[in-house]
Structure formats: C-alpha cells, structure tokens
C-alpha cells in the first residue's frame, strides 16, 4: 500500500510503500539503470555517491547532485523537472529514499520529495501519478522481476 502526505501547499510530499525484497535488492533497483528503465518512465538512471544521471532515449537528460549515499539505507539527491522546460525554470527540489527492513522479509521505501515551495508546478507535477506510478513500478519489479513500462 503508498500512502500519500502532502503538507505546506505541497512543499512536502511524502510516500510509503511495503516491498517484499531486502534493502539491498530496493537499492539496486533505484540506483542500477538496468532496473530503472523498466519502472521510471523509461528513464536510466545511473547513481554513485556524487551525481544522479538521467538518460532518456541514449541522451543524458539530466544530472543531479547526489547530497547522501548510504547504501542500503539512505539516498538524498537534488530533483529538476527537467523533461519540462516550464517546470524545470523553477529550479531544484529535494529528493529523499529511506529503506527500514521490516519483519517477515518485507522493507518500508519512505520517499520524500521537499524543498518544493518556490515549485509548485513541479510540485502538481510528481504528486499523486507521477510518484505513485514510479513507486508502483518499483514495486513490481522487484517483487515480481515484471517491467512496469513498456520496453520500446
């Protein structure tokens, strides 16, 4: 189940979803563009400890500061619409995953995009769909190894 809090006229959202994977495996998924292409919208992203690279269609689209790294447990990096010209110009939010083992072989991904206020188009844009659909994604594949998107 994703629940989904958003506070301060959406300067804050947050979404928790329960995956029956070990952190270890989550981490690869977010951070791994083998794993992300099959759930993010079609995007590969590539993490380390200094940036997150978007590539859409081959083409590196983005690149964000990654702010944390502690794998498995904590990633923090910046977030620019940057496949919207419009919502990209409002500058860069914040993006937090937090992934706590669970009894029974389940994690909890806790995902926080803020620093939202000065975005609120951004804000309209990954709430609800936009980050329900990533999450859902990322919960099939790794409960399921099913790609969530189409592959063409």
């Known amino acids: ?8 006229a959406t300067a804050t959202q947050v979404y928790q979803v329960f995956i029956k994977a070990s952190p270890e495996a989550i981490w690869e998924a977010i951070t791994k563009p083998e794993f992300t292409s099959k759930y993010f919208h079609g995007a590969t992203i590539d993490t380390d400890r200094e940036r997150r690279r ?3 269609r081959g083409e590196l689209a983005n690149v964000a500061e990654v702010l944390e790294y502690d794998p498995p447990r ?5 977030w620019n619409a940057f496949y919207d010209p419009e919502l990209a110009a409002e500058g860069d939010s914040r993006v937090t995953w937090e992934l706590e083992p669970q009894e029974g072989g389940l994690c909890l991904l806790t995902v ?3 620093r939202l206020e000065d975005s609120p188009k ?6 609800g ?6 999450l859902s994604g990322l919960k099939t594949l790794v409960e399921s190894g099913d790609a969530f998107v189409s592959q063409d």
């Open 1 to 8: 189940m994703t629940t989904t809090t958003i506070t301060n």
């Open 129 to 134: 769909p936009g980050w329900m659909f990533v």
């Open 54 to 56: 978007t590539f859409m």
């Open 112 to 114: 926080v995009h803020d």
């Open 74 to 78: 904590r990633l923090v990096h910046g």
């Open 122 to 127: 951004t804000a309209a844009s990954v709430a």
